[in-house]
């Protein structure tokens, strides 16, 4: 019978599977680069800082993905409400703003990478909101177990 | 900015009273008492002030106090 605890057991598999998946791609970056320049997708002028740009987005991927782990293992363990989960949307949240400026810079070169600029920025936008609504829920759940 | 003190180890030790047993008599857990009793807690029920005050004869400004 599928429940909670395994929809949270998938959702960490699938971040497992990211995360090893953005710590391959780092081997091949150039190759996945040359071969959108082949294609046309990117233009050849701009190689060196694509690909320094993926480096850079790949990184905040990684920690990204580390975050949400984290925060995932905490859910996993029943510890919803805790200043440590906000920290970590509030980091999620910061990374995904950060985000938008390697994918700036590829935008520049290749001008399809603008959604996702703006996915990443609307991304980052709606965990604000979510940081805010779980630091209060934070704040009521302490003001909650405290009152006797 | 002030803050209200709970003086209720004060006013236990008058009434010569357990933790324990005052615990049990108003019917709450030993550990929401010691939150109680060492300051710690954010707010408390009107129905546990009434019954520590039943408990221990005492008025609510015997065990609340406000301290700048």
Known sequence: ?148 | MGKIVVNLDVVMAQRKISAGALAEKVGITPANLSILKNNKAKAIRFSTLEELCRILECQPGDILEYKE
């Not at chain 1, 949400?68 to 200043?83: A, M, P, Q, V, W």
């Not at chain 1, 980091?91 to 600029?117: E, K, M, R």
Request: positive net charge; glycine residues 4%; hydrophobic residues 50%.
């Open chain 1, 1 to 148: 019978m599928w429940n909670h605890d395994k929809s949270t057991t998938l959702t960490l598999i699938c971040t497992r599977i990211a995360a090893a998946a953005d710590f391959t791609a780092l081997f091949f970056v150039p190759k996945i680069v040359d071969f959108f320049i082949y294609r046309g997708t990117v233009q050849a002028e701009g190689r060196m800082p694509v690909i320094t740009s993926v480096y850079i987005c790949l990184v905040i991927g990684g920690v990204i993905l580390y975050m949400l782990d984290r925060l995932l293992n905490n859910i996993k363990h029943e510890d919803i409400f805790i200043s440590r989960n906000v920290s970590y949307l509030r980091g999620i949240s910061w990374a995904c703003f950060a985000l938008c400026v390697p994918c700036l810079v590829i935008t520049i070169y290749c001008q399809t990478f603008f959604f996702i600029l703006l996915a990443s920025g609307f991304m980052g936008l709606i965990l604000k909101v979510v940081k805010n609504v779980i630091e209060k829920a934070v704040l009521i759940k302490e003001e909650n177990d405290y009152t006797v």
